[in-house]
């Protein structure tokens, strides 16, 4: 399939196009830019050297993606955006590229991202993830599959988004948020309860969310200090590949790194 370039696109020449993309009129692809096949770019988008993006994604007006890193200690560094295949990317969207922490930012595949939402240098996002409108990441944040970000959320550097979890609007995500949980708050945020609903949209069995949710509520609700909490979980509860997750989500954390907490009145 033969792509299709606007003649008022400014397309580099070593950028490297797959068969089927169509790229809008004033749009710009820098040099050393690699696009998958069928991937359609609206009017108006900028794409710098570095980007790596995928197959049939769809990248609408005024997105700008694989730009310098909004760091100070970036020197110049030669770094790449990395997105995956059939990723839709919203109005005005930004996704700087890494630095040489990772030499990296990482946009997994089948994610939605709306419009004028930014996220930072050396970021990782996993796949099936919604991030809707507004959204701010800070560098080096992860979220992981299938979690939604509700819209004007804001998300701290360094900051953890576990699996099929779900971040309220205009949240101040401080904090890690482990696998499985909704969070929220602006002033307070805090650990909000399963994503029930989305995790029983996603498959999960009765059973399997009866099970994390006796995880956290030993973790949460049972008084008990973190550390005696996570050897409770594991001693008391099944060892079910849901339950290792947690476990391995609070065990990953680095020193001095700090978790969601209930809300208490």
Known sequence: MKSTIHPTAVIGQSAILGDGVTVGPYTVIEDDVEIGEGTKIWPHVHIASGARIGCECRIHSGAVLATEPQDLKFEGEKTYLYIGDRTVIRECVTLNRGTKA??????????????????????????????????????????????????????????????????????????????????????????????????????FTSEKISLIKDAYRILFQSGLLLANGLEKVKSELPQEPEIIEILDFFASGVHGRKFIKPFKN
Do not use: W
């Open 102 to 203: 990772s030499g990296k930012t990482v946009v997994g595949s089948d994610n939605l991202i709306m419009a004028y939402v930014h996220a930072g240098h050396d970021c990782v996002i996993g796949n099936h993830v919604i991030i809707a409108n507004s959204v701010q990441f800070g560098g080096h944040c992860e979220v992981g599959d299938y979690a939604v970000i509700g819209g004007l959320a804001g998300v701290h550097q360094f900051v953890r988004i576990g699996r099929f979890s779900m971040i309220g609007g205009i949240a101040r995500a401080s904090l890690d948020v482990p696998p499985f949980v909704m969070a929220g708050g602006h002033d307070s945020f805090r650990y909000e309860g399963l994503n029930s609903i989305g995790l029983k949209r996603r498959g």
